[in-house]
C-alpha cells in the first residue's frame, strides 16, 4: 500500500511512496503558480480543504492511488490563526505519524546518495526539532543526532537584503525573505571583505537575531563600524556590495566554527548539507574545494524537500533514490494539440533547435515531469547560446527581467565539465560554483559572474538524454559544449507548471523559440 507525506510550511510538498519508491513529489508553489507557497501560508485557511481535495484527485489521476497506509507529516507545520491543521481530517491514511523537520531533512540528503554512512549538517531558520542540527549516519539503517546548537543562520543571512538597494525589495522580511539569499550572494561577488569589520558581522550571526530583534542588532552593528543600517535609507553602490561580502564570509566562518570539530572526530565520513543554508553555493563550494572529503548536496536541500525526506526516512533506500525530475507534470497537458494547431507547432527536430540556439535564438522548454528543488535542470528551463554577444543583457533585459547583477547558469556535459571550469566529479544540481578556466571567460561571458564562477549543472545521457544529446549537437554547429541554462517561469513565479504560462512568456517576451513535449514554436 501506499504513503503520503505532507509537509505544509513555506515550500510545501506533497511525497508520494509506492513499493518502495518515492514516485512523486507535488511542490504546491508548482500546482498554485505562487513563490515559495505554503499550506498555512498565503491562502486563506478556509480553501485548505480544496486544495488538498485537488492534490489527493491530482494523486488519483496520475498515479491511480486513492488511500493511504500512513500520512506523515509536522504538527507544528500546520499551526495557523491560533489552531492546528488536523491532516486526519482530509487525507484518507490508516495511521499518522509526526516527523522531525532537521532529521526528514537529513534522511532526504543521505538517502539520494549511495554512501555507506556520512556526517550530515541540517541548517536553516528553523523547524520544530532546532535551528542546527548535526547528524551521524553509521550505516543505512538510521540517522543519529549528535548535536543541536541554537544557532540560526538562515534568519541573519537574509535580513540584509532588506538594507541593500540593488535587491529589488520585497514585502515584510518574513514573506519577501525566502528569495533574498540568493540575490544576497549574486551580489556579494562584487563586493570586498572588509577585515575589520568581519568580527562584528559574525557576532551578529551568533547573537540569532529573528523577525522580533534583527533590526535592533544592525543598528548596534552599525554603531560598531559607522553605518546605518535604515531599510528606509538602502545601502548603495560598493558599501552595499561589501556589506553583503562580508556577511557571507562571517556566515561561513561561523558555521565553519560550529562544524569544524565534527569534521575533526569524522574524517573519513562524507560530508551531506541540508536544510535551507546549504542552497548557499558559496559555502558549498569552498567546503567542496577545502575539505578532503566528498561533499554532497541534493537538489531539494531546502523545506521543499521536507516532505520527500519524511518518506525517504521511512524507505532507507539501500541505494540512492533519484529525485531530480519527481515533480509534477504539465496541468494542462490536453491543451498541447490546440496550441500546435493554433500557433503553428512542427515535430521538434534536435539538429534545428541546435542551429538555432547557435545562431543566438533563446528557446523556452517544457518537456517531460518537472525537477523537483529550486533549479531548472532542462525541463523547466530557457536555454540559450552562452557565447553570442550580450546574450547576459538581452535575456536580462529582453525575457528574464532581473536585476542587472545576477549571473546566468551554464550546462554542460559531465566528460566537459573539467575543460570548462576548474571543477571534476559532478554538480548535478547547480549545488557549486566554480570558477570558469581563464582560456573560456571571454567567450562565456553570459555565464561567467564578475568574480570568474559559474554555478554549473553536469548532465550525463542517463540523468537527462535529451539535454545531454542537445549538447553534443549544439556543440557541432558553435563550437563550445555548454548552454546557458536558466529557469523558465513568469517573472517572480516558480518554475512553470501549464503550457499555457509558457505561451504567454513566448508571446510576451522577447523569447524565439519554444519547445513544449516533442513540438517546436517559431515567431
Ligand atoms: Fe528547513
Redesign the pocket.
Known amino acids: 500500500m501506499a504513503n503520503i507525506s505532507f509537509y505544509g510550511s513555506h515550500n510545501a510538498a506533497v511525497a508520494v511512496e509506492s513499493d518502495g519508491h518515492l514516485i512523486t513529489v507535488i511542490e504546491i508553489e508548482r500546482f498554485l503558480s505562487i513563490k515559495n507557497a505554503g499550506y498555512t501560508q498565503y491562502l486563506p485557511s478556509y480553501t485548505r480543504p480544496f486544495l488538498i481535495r485537488h492534490l489527493l484527485e491530482y494523486i488519483e489521476e496520475k498515479h491511480g492511488i486513492l488511500a493511504f497506509e500512513t500520512c506523515y507529516y509536522l504538527n507544528t507545520d500546520a499551526y495557523d490563526e491560533g489552531k492546528f491543521t488536523h491532516y486526519q481530517e482530509y487525507i484518507p491514511a490508516q495511521k499518522y505519524v509526526n516527523c522531525l523537520?532537521h532529521l526528514s531533512?537529513a534522511a532526504c540528503g543521505f538517502y539520494q546518495t549511495d554512501y555507506e554512512k556520512a556526517l550530515i549538517v541540517s541548517f536553516?531558520g528553523g523547524?520544530n526539532d532546532g535551528y542546527f542540527n548535526i547528524y551521524l549516519a553509521r550505516d543505512r539503517s538510521g540517522i543519529d543526532l549528535l548535536e543541536k546548537f541554537d544557532l540560526d543562520l538562515g534568519f541573519p543571512y537574509m535580513s540584509f537584503g532588506d538594507y541593500l538597494n540593488d535587491i529589488q525589495k520585497e514585502h515584510a522580511l518574513s514573506i519577501g525573505n525566502l528569495v533574498y539569499p540568493g540575490k544576497l550572494m549574486g551580489l556579494c561577488s562584487y563586493g570586498k571583505l572588509i577585515e575589520n569589520w568581519l568580527p562584528r558581522f559574525e557576532h551578529y550571526y551568533r547573537c540569532k537575531p529573528d523577525g522580533s530583534n534583527y533590526r535592533k542588532l544592525l543598528e548596534e552593528l552599525g554603531e560598531k563600524i559607522n553605518l546605518t543600517f535604515d531599510p528606509q535609507n538602502r545601502f548603495v553602490g560598493q558599501v552595499a556590495w561589501d556589506i553583503a561580502k562580508t556577511s557571507q564570509i562571517a556566515f561561513e566562518n561561523v558555521f565553519l566554527e560550529m562544524v569544524q570539530p565534527f569534521l575533526d572526530h569524522y574524517p573519513d565520513f562524507p560530508l551531506i548539507l541540508v536544510?535551507?543554508c546549504a542552497l548557499n553555493i558559496l559555502l558549498n563550494t569552498r567546503l567542496k574545494e577545502t575539505l578532503n572529503r566528498p561533499v554532497f548536496v541534493p537538489p531539494n536541500p531546502?523545506?521543499c524537500g521536507?516532505a520527500a525526506g519524511m518518506i525517504l526516512n521511512h524507505i532507507k533506500p539501500e541505494k540512492a533514490m533519484d529525485v531530480t525530475y519527481a515533480g509534477i507534470e504539465i496541468l494542462d497537458k490536453n491543451t498541447l494539440m490546440t496550441y500546435v494547431e493554433d500557433k503553428r507547432g512542427n515535430q521538434l527536430n534536435l539538429t534545428t533547435l541546435a542551429k538555432d540556439l547557435s545562431d543566438g535564438k533563446i528557446v523556452g522548454v517544457v518537456r517531460g515531469p518537472s525537477e523537483h528543488g529550486p533549479r531548472a535542470l532542462g525541463n523547466r528551463s530557457i536555454l540559450c547560446n552562452p557565447a553570442h554577444p550580450d546574450m547576459k543583457e538581452v535575456l536580462n533585459a529582453n525575457v528574464k527581467n532581473r536585476e542587472w547583477f545576477r549571473p546566468f547558469a551554464p550546462v554542460c556535459r559531465l566528460e566537459d565539465v573539467e575543460k570548462y571550469f576548474h571543477f571534476s566529479g559532478e554538480s548535478r544540481w547547480m549545488s557549486f560554483c566554480p570558477t570558469v578556466r581563464e582560456e573560456w571567460r571571454e567567450r562565456l561571458q553570459a555565464i561567467t559572474h564578475v568574480d570568474n564562477t559559474a554555478r554549473v549543472q553536469t548532465v550525463t545521457q542517463k540523468q537527462n538524454p535529451w539535454l545531454y544529446q542537445l549538447l553534443g549537437e549544439f556543440e557541432k554547429y558553435s563550437g563550445i559544449g555548454v548552454l546557458l541554462n536558466t529557469s523558465f517561469n513568469i517573472n517572480g513565479k516558480p518554475l512553470l507548471s501549464r503550457y499555457a504560462d509558457a505561451i504567454i512568456v513566448f508571446e510576451q517576451t522577447h523569447l524565439d523559440r519554444l519547445v513544449l513535449a516533442d513540438y517546436y514554436f517559431t515567431k
Open positions: 523537520h531533512h536553516d523547524g536544510g535551507g531546502n523545506d521536507i
